[in-house]
């Protein structure tokens, strides 16, 4: 399953990956694996961890579109 993204991440592409708890939004769930993955399958991946802070208002559950601030 994280064979593309590892084919991209070697021909030097950048990657973003987004998770959405299942809760309410406010909380912070537990990290999953995936990234961890990738990064000791490609030890010189340059890996940095951003927090995204009103993403429940902006751009609510099921919503595709960014809400206008």
């Known amino acids: 399953m994280l064979a593309p993204l590892l084919d ?3 021909r030097r592409s950048s990657l973003s990956c ?3 708890d299942a809760g309410d939004g406010d909380t912070i769930g537990p990290f999953k694996s995936g ?3 990738l990064c000791v399958n490609i030890p010189t991946l340059e890996a940095v961890p951003v927090y995204l802070e009103n993403v429940n208002r902006i751009l609510p559950k099921g919503e595709y579109l960014p809400l206008p601030c």
């Open 8 to 10: 991209a991440l070697r």
């Open 35 to 37: 990234l961890y993955h």
């Open 18 to 20: 987004f998770r959405r």
